[in-house]
Structure formats: structure tokens, C-alpha cells
């Protein structure tokens, strides 16, 4: 049990998250992190699929940026066009994962388990349910490995989908 006073190193009382170790809090700090460097990278996709000038559309929702850059792919030749599909597909699962992450509250749990819930997302459930969401330390430190892939993988994506779509607006 926790005394009031009780705080952790950034004085965030353990009675808002309980404790949980700090390399918790690290994995998920990368994942957000990591996670804008992805929506910029969708959003840059976009802008270069759809010929639209730096800095046009940023304010959609990363969902809505996929949407429309998926509604270009028919533009592309392959290999073009299979590999900026993979890459949005890839990046739609991760923001998903994401979410399920850093949108779930992880109470701590005495036998160390790292596990969340957060108000059921499907529109059809009305009656309180929530989503649950287990995960571990090898779990997350394997998702930021997948994201630092995806990330690595962009410059390549971004190219061959620019000089196709270049190729096709000149």
C-alpha cells in the first residue's frame, strides 16, 4: 500500500499508476516516439503520392493519411507499389498496436504483470466493456524493434514511390 507522499523520480504520485518499473515507462516513451517519426514518414508518403506541397494535410489523422495514400497505390508500377503497400499496411498495424498501448491504463499489478484496459472500442459495445491488453517487456522491446525496422525501411519506400510519381507528373 502506498502513502500519500509516496511518489516516483518525476514526484508522480504511485497512487495515479502504481509502481511499475521504470524500463515499462522507457518502452513505452520509445513507442510514442517512434510512433511520430512513423506518422511523419505517412504523412511525407502522402504528400509525395498525392503531389501536395510540404506541410499540406498535417493536421489529419495518421487513419485519414493512409486512406488516401492507399487510394494512390493503383498509380504505381511494381515493385513500387507492393513495397509502399507493405510499408502501409505495416504502419497501419503498428499505429493499432500503438494505441492499444498507450491509450490503455496499466494498473500495477503485485505479481509484475504488465496489463491494461481501456473502454471497449468497437461502436456496437454500449454496456461498459473494455479492452484488455497483456503484454511484457519482451513484447515491447520487440515491437520497438519493428517499429525501428519500419522507420529504417522508409528512405527506400519514399524513393521509388517518388520517382514513380514524379515520373508519372512530368
Avoid at 515493385?79 to 494505441?99: G, I, K, S, T
Avoid at 513484447?139 to 514524379?166: D, M
Wanted: negative net charge.
Amino acid at each position: 500500500m502506498c502513502a500519500v507522499n509516496d511518489v516516483d523520480a518525476y514526484l508522480l504520485p504511485y497512487g495515479v499508476l502504481g509502481r511499475h518499473p521504470e524500463e515499462f515507462y522507457g518502452a513505452i516513451g520509445r513507442v510514442v516516439c517512434v510512433c511520430a517519426v512513423l506518422e511523419d514518414q505517412v504523412t511525407t508518403l502522402r504528400h509525395t503520392l498525392t503531389g501536395a506541397n510540404q506541410g499540406a494535410h498535417t493536421h489529419e489523422p495518421v487513419g485519414k493519411q493512409i486512406k488516401v495514400a492507399r487510394a494512390h497505390l493503383d498509380e504505381l508500377e511494381d515493385p513500387a507499389r507492393r513495397a509502399v503497400e507493405a510499408f502501409l499496411d505495416d504502419a497501419e498495424a503498428a499505429f493499432q498496436h500503438r494505441n492499444k498501448l498507450v491509450h490503455s491504463s496499466f494498473p500495477a499489478q503485485a505479481d509484475g504483470r504488465l496489463w491494461g484496459h481501456r473502454p471497449a472500442r468497437d461502436r456496437t459495445v454500449t454496456d461498459g466493456q473494455a479492452d484488455t491488453v497483456r503484454t511484457s517487456m519482451d513484447e515491447l522491446r520487440a515491437f520497438i524493434a519493428q517499429l525501428a525496422t519500419l522507420v529504417g525501411s522508409f528512405n527506400q519506400v519514399h524513393a521509388s514511390a517518388g520517382v514513380r510519381a514524379r515520373g508519372r507528373h512530368d
